[in-house]
């Protein structure tokens, strides 16, 4: 039964959507309206069609129903219900089915959100973000179908991949990021409407960044919790190591933070069209790419799926959507009226957002190379080599750092002049912070070029940062008589999307020093405890305390106790462990991790002799792990406030001053 | 047409895909490709009724080694054909022995039983040999030459058809 209804919603979406694609184009063509309404309908259709076979699918996993494929091969009936739930997008078939389903609430949004507004523009709009539906129902309906039926079907199921049943954050990383890696869709699809069109208005431009936050804070979200996921998860104690797939969901995340600020000067000053239509086309086809390395087979990652025929499908789609991009962008971006007049002064804003947008746009290309580097050499020698963490650090830390830098300068930067005298006495306060931050890290030992440099330019970028905030309130206070606290709340509210840019970028920051620390001041041990033998360990006292076997349906654990003290006085006893899955041959460790403000200490269960009563740990001191989380949320809260919307009417009411200024 | 913008979009763009292109089809755990052609990794281990087999005693007669669990719905699938295959072509002189992959006794004797069981399945404690023969997976199926050398190794299930082939040209 639920194979049929499955395939019957998949079959409805691609219906839809391919309906869809055409009234939408015809729309555009002809400016009907009829048309239009089809093409609305058929965003709705394809939304609910969709839905549907996400919740079939997943009834289907609850139900324990092995007659449905895609159940067969990764459900099992021993899981609890949340890795029943997640079983979902455990595997290849399934993250597409999901990838759909996300895909269909993304274009029926972007039906809703331009009902009654712009319909020569959301005509196309809607017909591009169809056609890439049309793309995954195929993907669905065809080659990667999870409801084909099975014939008996099987009593269980392996369950899903172990590394997935490990940890809680499964259930909120891979949909966060293919939140953000699907809602790339929109924007992409706006962009595309603005050149079929030939016109790129304010108005359409301010809900394209609406659009593109979206989806960007989601990449953000995503990549954070990934790296947390992998630190919590790996054993490994690290957080970003630079593999493709990380990198996959990195490079959008870039050209999606140079568009965000390279809008701005387009809203403001009417520069930069063709520029940033560009970052917001090249947004969603890097998306595609990541969708690609992943699920292809092609490169080599701990994420990586299976090999599966979805490569050479996925590579046609990705070659189709680059070429249809740059043949759009050839013959269209001279009809989005040309720039008048060069950029103002060598040091005025929209100079600073254009350097930052260059140097966002040369970390993705160095990114993009030293993925698919491997390739080239084999492809080139026919040797396979792995490019690696010190080509990423070498090349990525200078960029980073300047783009950090850059970060204490642009804001302080004035709009359509080059700033003068005033500057220097901005810059005082960031100054200040970045000798504080040198002289911090040279106090607590942190004698790295690198680390210093990091501090330096984020003590410097947090000045300005806070100046930002800060002044605006504090003039506010002295001319009102309000409070600070209600001038602070108060300014925040009334230019959002400027104030909770300004909270992202402490976020930033935040991660920026946590990153630098961690990465330099780290100390690992390997050692191996005889029972009740206390050690000194990265100062702490550590104490094997004996093994258990713990027994669960879907696994069998090896947990080692282990006593922490410090200084005496005893923390508690934790227990890293060894899972065996009935699925996987070798044992997968779970790590215990201490958080604290100033270090973690992270222990790793590498092996148990329970005969000779050893355990072999690495045991890590990381110094400031947890702020990477904190600036995350930061991020995203930041997000939040730029984003949310303000009814429409008080939104578009308070834009136009504000461009005007 | 901005023909700037379309030179330097497409010098960016195809010389991309090209090179993604190039990738497909290889696997980048491509440890099959690498054993083939050498010499096959030495083991003794015992049977399920605890005789023991060592590999190297076996020398001059080829070698079919199949990896698998009862756990595994490819392993079941090749299951009647691996028996088939063993039927013809062990008369004439093939060795073929399963090794059971992370699964307990308990539950393939049960399995074997129900479904047939034309030769031994060996133990594997603690997945040694499975290691040393890089299996990533089951069912992995080696074919091992009369001189011991590995000839051919099959991720996932392999059929009738496909192991006479492999094994014809070494009788």
């Known amino acids: ?661 | 047409m901005n023909w700037k913008v379309l030179g330097a979009g497409l010098l960016l763009v195809v010389p991309l895909v090209a090179v993604l292109a190039s990738g497909i089809g290889n696997d980048p755990k491509g440890v099959s490709n690498a054993l083939e052609g050498t010499a096959a990794p030495d083991f003794t281990l015992q049977t399920m009724d605890g005789e023991p087999v060592t590999l190297a005693s076996l020398a001059g007669r080829p070698v079919v080694l199949n990896f698998w669990s009862t756990w595994c719905q490819p392993c079941k699938l090749e299951h009647p054909h691996l028996q088939q295959a063993a039927s013809v072509y062990g008369p004439k002189g093939v060795v073929f022995l399963g090794v059971l992959y992370n699964d307990e006794v308990a539950k393939a004797k049960p399995f074997l039983k129900r479904n047939g069981s034309v030769f031994p399945t060996l133990l594997d404690p603690g997945q040694r040999v499975a290691i040393d023969f890089g299996v990533a997976g089951v069912p992995e199926t080696f074919v091992i030459s009369s001189d011991g050398r590995i000839t051919q190794k099959f991720s996932g299930p392999v059929s009738y058809q496909v192991l006479a082939q492999s094994l014809e040209p070494l009788l």
């Open chain 1, 1 to 661: 039964m639920i194979p049929l209804l499955g395939r019957t919603a998949v079959l409805v979406a691609l219906a839809a959507c391919a309906v869809g694609t055409v009234t939408g184009a015809f729309a555009g063509v002809k400016r009907s309206e009829t048309a239009l309404r089809w093409t609305r309908w058929m965003a709705y259709a394809f939304g609910a069609a969709s839905t549907a076979a996400f919740v079939l699918m997943e009834y289907a996993l609850f139900a324990d129903d092995f007659s449905v494929a895609y159940v067969a091969e990764v459900g099992s009936t021993q899981t609890p219900h949340w890795v029943t739930f997640v079983s979902l997008w455990s595997s290849l078939n399934g993250s597409i089915l999901l990838w759909g389903f996300v895909l269909g609430v993304y274009v029926a949004g972007l039906a809703w959100t331009t009902r009654g507004r712009y319909p020569g523009l959301t005509a196309w709009a809607l017909s591009v973000s169809l056609a890439v539906g049309v793309f995954f129902s195929f993907l669905v309906a065809g080659i990667a179908n999870p409801f084909e039926l099975v014939d008996p079907a099987p009593v269980d199921g392996p369950g899903p991949n172990p590394l997935l049943q490990n940890h809680i954050l499964m259930v909120i990383h891979p949909p966060t990021l293919y939140l953000g890696y699907v809602g790339m869709t929109v924007p992409f699809a706006m962009g595309a409407a603005a050149l079929l069109a030939g016109r790129m208005d304010a108005a359409w431009v301010r809900l394209l960044r609406r659009w593109m936050l979206v989806p960007w804070g989601f990449l953000t979200v995503g990549i954070v919790l990934g790296g947390w996921w992998s630190y919590e998860v790996l054993g490994w104690g690290g957080w970003w190591a630079w593999d493709p797939v990380e990198n996959a969901s990195f490079m959008p995340w870039l050209t999606a933070t140079a568009f965000v600020h390279s809008a701005m000067v387009m809203e403001r000053k009417d520069q930069l069209k063709g520029w940033t239509v560009s970052l917001v086309l090249a947004s969603f086809l890097l998306t595609i790419l990541g969708t690609f390395m992943t699920r292809s087979g092609v490169f080599n990652s701990v994420h990586s799926f299976t090999q599966s025929p979805i490569g050479p499908v996925f590579l046609t789609f990705l070659a189709v959507a680059l070429v249809f991009s740059v043949v759009l962008l050839a013959a269209r971006v001279d009809t989005l009226s040309p720039a008048t007049g060069g950029l103002a002064g060598p040091a005025s804003r929209e100079v600073g957002f254009l350097a930052n947008n260059l140097l966002f746009a040369a970390l993705t290309f160095t990114v993009l190379l030293g993925t698919v580097y491997p390739l080239l050499n084999e492809w080139a020698t026919g040797e396979q080599i792995s490019v690696g963490q010190p080509y990423f650090d070498r090349m990525g830390a200078p960029l980073g750092v300047a783009i950090v830098f850059l970060m204490g300068v642009g804001p302080a930067l004035p709009w359509g002049r080059s700033a003068s005298g005033a500057l220097l006495a901005r810059l005082g306060l960031p100054a200040a912070l970045a000798v504080v931050g040198v002289a911090l890290g040279i106090a607590t030992g942190m004698d790295g070029g690198w680390v210093l440099l990091t501090y330096a330019v984020s003590g410097f970028a947090l000045g300005t940062t806070l100046l930002e905030l800060w002044r605006p309130a504090a003039a506010r206070a002295a001319s009102l008589g309000e409070s600070l606290p209600v001038a602070v709340g108060k300014v925040l509210v009334s230019a959002r999307r400027r104030y909770g840019g300004y909270v992202v970028h402490v976020g930033v920051i935040v991660i920026a020093v946590a990153h630098a620390t961690a990465t330099f001041a780290t100390e690992r041990h390997s050692v191996t405890f005889t029972q009740d033998t206390p050690k000194d360990v990265a100062g702490y006292t550590l104490t094997y305390k004996g093994s258990e076997w713990q027994d669960q349906p879907h696994r069998k654990s090896l947990v080692a106790n282990i006593e922490i003290a410090r200084d005496g006085a005893v923390i508690g006893t934790f227990g890293p462990r060894l899972n065996h899955y009935k699925s996987m041959g070798q044992p997968i460790g779970t790590p215990v991790v201490r958080s604290g403000l100033k270090e973690d200490l992270y222990l790793s269960l590498v092996n148990v002799d329970e005969q000779a009563g050893t355990a072999s740990l690495d045991v890590l001191r990381e110094p400031l792990v947890w702020w990477l989380w904190f600036g995350g949320g930061l991020m995203l809260l930041g997000t939040l406030v730029a984003a949310w919307p303000a009814s429409g009417r008080r939104a578009s009411g308070r834009a136009a001053p504000q461009a005007a200024k």
